[in-house]
């Protein structure tokens, strides 16, 4: 018989978390650790770890399939390029001071794509395989250029599915406009940061725009309906809002999800928000706050459940592997491959952050163009280091199933992608977040189990979600 090795991570002085590298895990008590480690385990210690699938019998064939079935259903697997960023115009008309993009202003001439590059756009959706395709449209603003939006579009109805995600301030919504939001494939995103104050201040623009935006936020959701919009805060963490301020913003407008969102070290953000580099301590302590003040107002109004995205998209990583494609989280994290940025002058990113570093004169990381292509020594270089498999303290660390590798947000933050994991934000980000999912699992609580089924898309009476052997 053969013991599957454990991970181990303390959430109380009295509580141990154990996870085996296929994400299963279960809550025990420090005694057990010392059985463990002194191969003095009781009947009911074996009972408990053979159950639970922690020890595997010799010949039992089954139980190996399930579990290197269990390591390959959390190691991601590429597919065919299927989701593209496109960045018709770097140009906008808003100057925000925490911009995560180097954007041009309005009418600065060319920062448009080329005819050139739109044909080269067409003919790369023309040549992919498959029937599933998502388009989102970034910028600068894109709907400075409803007539690129429209030609994309058009070229991708030979999928047979397909989604279009487009990213604008919503500072203009005109007739030409709207025939595009009318598209039943396209899904509008935009940027709340709270109250009218406090949008105002972070959004740099005057009383009229911002008046402008919250018309033209009302008009859309009263046109399609909440499900059809996102919204998310960009949050200067030096001074947030008040939680319930910034909650009562979107239930107001009767949206469900709220991205809390740090100011990103990106952009004009490096310049304008230099200490938006690494978060503090009293950050995390927030997003807890928040957190459990959405758990409270779900179980005082089930009405609705609304939900920290991303909050729920590690959530649904401990339970759901495979389910997501979040490029923070993937790992291995294939770059390049099943997802590309395509900028306004037709070069190729790996990924959205990597397209703002390049812009802010940071580093170079585009890895081709549209023209000619994207697969070469740039991006085997990045990808040959996209994995936390490797990494000495991703191989002890309890959490390294549900984790992922993001190197170019080391490189944002660090310039340098060897930094030790344990230093970077990345990490201490995640470990508080997996920290406090795994507290609120524990927790014997109805209140808190609500919120945490919904958010994992469970209906019904809520599960008691964390195994014990205490």
């Not at 009972?47 to 290197?68: N, P, S, V």
């Not at 500072?171 to 494939?185: G, K, M, N, S």
């Amino acid at each position: 018989m053969s013991f599957i090795p454990l991970r181990t991570r303390h959430l109380g002085e009295e509580q141990v978390l154990c996870v085996q590298d296929t994400g299963q895990f279960f809550r025990t008590a420090p005694p057990f650790l010392a059985r463990l480690v002194d191969e003095q385990l009781s009947a009911n210690d074996d009972a408990f770890l053979t159950g639970e699938g922690h020890f595997l019998h010799d010949g039992d064939a089954l139980g190996q399939a399930a579990y290197l079935y269990g390591l390959a259903e959390r190691a991601d697997h590429a597919g065919p390029l299927d989701y593209l960023i496109l960045v018709p115009t770097l140009r906008c008309n808003l100057s925000c001071s925490y911009c995560q993009v180097s954007r041009a202003g309005i009418h600065q001439p060319g920062f448009d794509w080329s005819d050139a590059t739109l044909e080269a756009v067409l003919a790369l959706l023309d040549g992919l395989p498959g029937e599933r395709i998502k388009i989102e449209f970034q910028g600068g603003e894109p709907t400075l250029r409803p007539d690129l939006l429209r030609m994309v579009i058009q070229r991708c109805q030979r999928f047979g599915e397909r989604q279009f995600v487009i990213c604008t301030n919503l500072q203009t919504v005109d007739d030409e406009i709207l025939a595009l939001f009318d598209h039943p494939e396209l899904y509008i995103s935009t940027s709340l940061d709270g109250d009218l104050l406090t949008h105002r201040r972070q959004r740099t623009a005057t009383t009229a725009a911002t008046d402008q935006f919250l018309a033209n936020l009302e008009r859309v959701i009263t046109r399609y309906g909440a499900e059809k919009i996102s919204a998310l805060p960009t949050v200067d963490p030096l001074a947030p809002p008040p939680i319930d301020t910034l909650i009562d913003s979107y239930a107001g407008l009767g949206l469900n999800s709220i991205f809390l969102r740090p100011i990103n070290y990106q952009g004009f953000a490096r310049k304008r928000h230099r200490d938006s580099r690494e978060q503090s301590e009293s950050w995390r302590a927030y997003h807890e706050a928040f957190v459990r003040a959405l758990i409270a107002r779900n179980w005082a109004d089930r009405s609705r459940v609304i939900e920290e995205t991303y909050t729920s998209i590690c959530l649904r990583r401990i339970f759901q592997p495979g389910t997501d494609r979040h490029v923070d989280l993937r790992n291995p994290n294939p770059l390049g491959q099943d997802y590309v940025v395509i900028d306004h002058d037709g070069l190729v990113y790996p990924t959205d952050e990597a397209r703002m570093l390049s812009r802010s004169g940071v580093i170079d990381l585009a890895i081709g163009d549209v023209r000619s292509g994207w697969t070469g020594e740039r991006r085997d270089l990045l990808n040959a280091h996209s994995s936390n498999f490797d990494d000495p303290a991703c191989q002890r660390c309890a959490y390294q199933p549900y984790c992922g590798r993001d190197i170019v947000d080391d490189l944002a933050r660090y310039g340098r992608i060897d930094v030790p994991r344990l230093d970077t934000e990345f990490c201490r980000r995640h470990r508080h977040l997996f920290d406090l999912l795994f507290r609120l699992i524990y927790e014997d609580d109805p209140t808190v189990r609500y919120s945490l089924s919904r958010w994992l898309r469970l209906d019904g009476t809520p599960p008691a979600l964390g195994i014990s052997h205490l």
